[in-house]
């Protein structure tokens, strides 16, 4: 449900916008509000270090604003327009890079030229026939869609890759990047006059400019590395939460002794194998709230009666776990490779055990700084009585 928030839902509301109101209102709202989000989305994004949606919020302004209701720009909208389709699925691809960093320009120069390129050779009226002229779909295609074989094919290449690009990485940007095509393409169909395209032309740039706030949200309350709610999230669910309630402060054991002898990519493995088995509690709710430092939080329990349920957590990290590879090790064995002789050496087995405090809200002091400094100290005396262990 989630991939199709907030593209499908823009998508929606710009179908019965169309349907209701006059064109006349329509006019009004992209006249006044069209360059205001081209212009804002593109500073939140370069603000929040997003270069493929700034590239492709000034690739929807220049389509708008040179080429919307300019009658001698008609004929070379649609072929620019396909080469904008065609940019967006090739941004969904690549990262995004500061846009004041080296990286960032260049990303932004190369979709500059790109389109400089394309505008300049759509001059040329033998490049534009050309393009109308393009002949690789079955018979009747095209006439079906009302839009050239070009368009059809790059459209369609154009949403593979981003859909590819969002599913790979999952992040809000590669989504919209997504959403932005299909209202981009829905905007090149020539029943439409230039009112409605100019419409959707600025709904595609709401929902990248949608998508820098939804990733920045992400990132204040999101850890990126195991998907657990970060620091932010636990103390905003405290603030909200009422009556009795227990916090686990869950930390590994030798963390640091282990990401030494094995390294950082390791150690991150080691994190989203305890993260996994925290998020499987049936009763706790996991956070990771800073360095290898989780956090359970059990509304309506005391600490006794969560104290099962942070054992169970504390046994199913201790029994869990897994090989370490050498580098370079392919993840499947290729095919038509033998497979290894029985006495061949097996891959190291790691495990990681973890300390639990738990402390709740039952005290004459029940504020939730307080509930976590003590919820620190009993883990304090788990480490102190052995590690790989519940305090109270």
């Known amino acids: 449900m989630r991939a199709l928030l907030p593209g499908l839902v823009v998508l929606l509301a710009v179908g019965v916008t169309l349907a209701v109101l006059p064109e006349a209102t329509l006019a009004t709202i992209t006249g006044r509000y069209a360059l205001v989000v081209y212009a804002a ?3 939140l994004a370069a603000v ?4 493929r949606v700034v590239a492709g919020l000034l690739a929807l302004a220049y389509l708008d604003l040179a080429f919307v209701d300019v009658p001698s720009a008609a004929e070379r909208f649609v072929p620019l327009a396909t080469v904008v389709v065609a940019l967006l699925g090739v941004l969904a691809l690549v990262r995004d890079r500061g846009v004041r960093s080296r990286a960032g320009w260049v990303q932004l120069l190369a979709c500059a030229a790109l389109v400089t390129l394309a505008h300049a050779v759509a001059q040329d009226p033998v490049a534009l026939a050309a393009f109308a002229d393009v002949r690789l779909l079955p018979s009747g295609w095209s006439a079906r869609a009302r839009l050239p074989e070009a368009t059809l094919i790059a459209g369609a290449a154009s949403l593979a890759l981003s859909a590819y690009g969002a599913i790979r990485w999952g992040g809000p940007v590669e989504r919209a990047l997504f959403w932005a095509q299909a209202l981009l393409l829905a ?22 400019s949608l998508s820098v706030l939804e990733q920045s949200y992400f990132m204040a309350y999101r850890d990126e590395l195991t998907g657990l709610p970060a620091r932010r999230a636990l103390m905003r669910d405290l603030a909200e939460l009422g009556g ?20 950082h990519d390791v150690g991150d493995q080691v994190l989203q194998l305890v993260g996994s088995r925290l998020s499987a509690s049936p009763e706790g709710k996991p956070y990771l709230c800073g360095g290898e430092e989780f956090t359970l939080l059990f509304p309506k329990l005391t600490r006794e009666d969560a104290l099962a349920g942070a054992e169970v957590v504390r046994v199913a990290v201790e029994e869990a776990t897994f090989s370490l590879r050498s580098w370079g ?20 087995t790691l495990s990681v055990t973890v300390s639990i405090g738990l402390a709740d809200s039952t005290g004459a002091d029940a504020s939730p700084d307080t509930i976590l400094k003590k919820a620190d100290q009993a883990l304090f005396r788990a480490k102190r009585d052995g590690r790989n262990r519940v305090s109270l």
């Open 41 to 43: 989305g593109s500073v």
């Open 329 to 348: 090790r392919p993840r499947k064995r290729p095919s038509g490779s033998k497979p290894a002789k029985k006495s061949a050496k097996r891959p190291k």
């Open 244 to 263: 009795t309630y227990t916090v686990a402060m869950v930390d590994g054991d030798h963390f640091k002794k282990f990401n030494d002898k094995h390294g």
């Open 48 to 51: 929040f270090h997003r270069s």
């Open 187 to 208: 905007a090149l169909h020539p029943s439409l006059g230039s009112t409605q395209t100019s419409f959707l032309l600025m709904a595609a740039g709401v929902v990248l």
